[in-house]
């Protein structure tokens, strides 16, 4: 009645030595570390780079727990670990001097930031420490607002610039095109031709048209649906957080947090880094490209002398500069793709190749089918601020694969292919809120956190020892074994876990405790109702079981209300909830039992089991005991 068979005492032993492997490597205090890392292509981060780094440090007098090559690619750095947070800035200015021979122009980045201590052979079986969020490691939090003007007035800029090219490539003539606000006005000479150009424009089902006409000139008024308009800032958020999660690679956090909150805002939490300045510096390159059309009717090297036409520009900014440019952008740095820094096969002089998408190649092909042997700009706008990056002759015809040329040198080249490549902003940012938490306020809301989880457990296995018995010790056995489970899942999942987390790992012991008390009390009722310990142990787990699945499933919904329309730390309040609850049913009722059946379940003559005092209406405290042995 009361055995398991064997391969569930197996499944359970197999889960807790599981449980046992994947919450160890939360027990390995972090170190204090060094990350050394590259911004320029042509340094290159291996073997060679982790002996430099041994030796500035050996000749320094600063001794490192470890120094190691870790990661791959464009992530690749050379860690090294320290005893002390003493040692550790000591190392960073040490490092700062030695590695760098131009200290305006650095060849290498030392990043401070905190290393895990997890033996090799536990990461190769992926067990790793739970990731801890910025109220319990300490780091920077950062709220980035979108300047959602600025993509829909470049939006617009595109539109005007498409809606040129696609009449020019239909043979549609028009009598000019205008901007006035945020609409495009195209103007014609008759009906026919402005009919035809609506056929044409039409295959964009995010433009509305109106006919109007001024004096001769009959127009065509284009504009964009507000959902287009708002799709485009909400694409612009999408594109800069891809863009910031390639940038943050370079200040060494494992597991920074980057979502949009709102409609047009980016929180950004770096959890363990502890150069505000630097993460900020990074986070900080709020920068754009713009790929535009040099005006042709400004003679090279009169730029600053020469009038400017009407639809151009001039900036005196960059190594490309000056340049007296087109105010259309026909191109973002969006649609880039990768970016590579290498060497023209004929002249061998420096160039930056690169590769669009299919989007961004069309309308290369359309911008330089008519401009060969004429030049193009690259622009890095910043802060408001445009740079001229690049002022370079297109070559040929092309689309999706070209190069610029005219480069100064080729470590220049592989700056800019990197800036290319890491994906530049597609919209301007700005920093609207900026916080740091020191890694003392972290330690001490750990210890505090710890404190109440564990005097919250000790307190709920005193009173179940007391009033259940041996029973209640059942139910504490089961309740660390959740506890076990939960912390488990948490670091196999790379859960981030915070305060509320904290919270919601608190509710969850309360919740299963919960569930052994419903059995516990059902035995009871079965032991009141005059049936044998065997059976009212059958019958306690039995008939608990659906009021503890309905309690659980009811909560978990809500868990999950929880999970999908909330946010930031309610998120993590839920996913850290429901995962409690999932182990609560398993350890609460199929451990339990499984550790009740093992004491128990031997016994074939069990004439009474230890559950506390079983009461009966109208009985006595004297006659309790005799009532307990029924």
């Known amino acids: 009645m009361n055995r398991y068979p ?10 807790v030595l599981l449980g046992l492997l994947y919450t160890a490597p939360n027990y390995f205090v972090d170190s204090p570390a060094l990350q050394v890392t590259t911004s320029k292509a042509t340094v290159k981060i291996n073997s060679d780079t982790v002996a430099q780094v041994t030796a500035a440090l050996k000749r320094d007098g600063i001794p ?22 003493d040692a550790q800035f000591k190392a960073k200015t040490a490092l700062e001097r030695d590695l760098n021979r131009d200290p305006t122009d ?3 980045i030392v990043t401070v930031n905190l290393a895990k201590n997890t033996p090799m052979w536990m990461q190769k079986l992926g067990a790793q420490a739970m990731n801890l969020g910025l109220d319990l490691r300490g780091g920077v939090h950062f709220l980035l607002q979108v300047n ?37 006005e195209v103007r014609f000479r008759d009906a026919d031709t402005r009919t035809q150009a ?54 060494g956090t494992t597991e920074p947090v980057i979502q949009q909150q709102g409609r047009d805002r980016i929180v950004v939490q770096l959890p363990g ?45 960059g190594p490309g500069a000056p340049a007296v440019v087109s105010k259309d952008v026909f191109l973002g740095g969006e649609s880039i793709t990768s970016a590579t820094a290498s060497f023209d096969q004929q002249n061998q002089q420096p160039v930056v190749s690169i590769s669009l998408n299919a989007e961004g190649g069309r309308k290369m092909r359309q911008m330089t089918r008519e401009r060969v042997g004429k030049r193009m ?8 601020k445009y740079t001229v990056l690049s002022n370079a002759t297109i070559q040929g015809e092309f689309g999706a694969s070209f190069q610029i040329t005219g480069m100064p040198s080729a470590e220049k080249a592989a700056e800019l292919a990197l800036l290319l490549r890491s994906g530049a902003l597609s919209a301007p940012m700005e920093f ?62 790379q859960v981030t876990l915070t305060l509320p987390g904290i919270a919601a790992i608190a509710l969850a012991l309360g919740m299963a405790i919960d569930a052994n008390v419903l059995i516990n009390e059902r035995i009871r009722e079965e032991l009141r109702a005059g049936n044998t310990p065997q059976a009212a142990i059958s019958a306690g787990f039995s008939h608990a079981w659906a009021t503890i699945l309905d309690s659980n499933v009811t909560t978990l919904i809500v868990g999950v209300a929880l999970l999908v329309f909330g946010s930031g730390a309610v998120r993590g309040f839920a996913v850290v909830h429901c995962l409690g609850i999932l182990t609560s049913m398993f350890s609460a009722v199929f451990l339990s039992r499984g550790v009740v059946n093992l004491w128990y379940g031997r016994k074939k003559k069990l004439s009474k089991i230890a559950i506390g005092t079983v009461w009966e209406p109208g009985i006595t405290a004297a006659g309790a005991k005799s009532a307990a042995k029924k």
């Open 64 to 85: 490192p727990e470890a120094v190691s090559l870790e990661g791959s690619g464009d992530t690749t750095a050379v860690r090294s670990r320290f005893a002390s947070t």
């Open 6 to 15: 064997l391969w569930k005492y197996i499944l359970i032993l197999v889960a």
């Open 377 to 384: 700009a690259v622009l890095l706008l910043e802060k408001g």
């Open 148 to 184: 959602s003007k600025a993509v829909q007035e470049s939006r617009i800029k595109n539109l005007q610039t498409t809606i040129r090219g696609q009449l020019r490539d239909k043979n549609v003539r028009h009598a000019g095109i205008d901007r006035i606000g945020n609409r495009i």
């Open 106 to 108: 650095p060849d290498y």
């Open 273 to 317: 880094v502890q150069d505000v300045a630097h993460a900020k510096d990074i986070i900080g390159r709020t920068a754009t490209l713009e790929f535009r059309t040099v005006d042709d009717t400004v003679t090279p090297g009169t730029e600053l002398s020469a009038a400017v036409p009407l639809n151009s520009e001039l900036f005196t900014t």
């Open 198 to 251: 609506r056929n044409v424009l039409a295959q964009d089902p995010d433009l509305t048209f109106a006919d109007t006409t001024d004096g001769t000139d009959l127009k065509l008024v284009v504009t964009l649906k507000p959902e287009a308009l708002q799709r485009a800032v909400e694409e612009g958020v999408k594109q800069n957080i891809s863009t910031l999660g390639k940038r943050i690679n370079e200040l």
């Open 432 to 493: 609207v809120e900026e916080r740091v938490v020191g890694p003392q306020l972290g330690a001490e809301n750990i210890t505090k956190g710890l404190h109440s989880t564990v005097w919250g457990f000790v307190a709920i296995a005193i009173f179940m020892i007391i009033y259940y018995q041996l029973f209640g010790f059942f139910s504490v056995v089961a309740l660390a074994c959740n506890l076990l489970f939960l912390l488990s899942l948490l670091s196999m999942l």
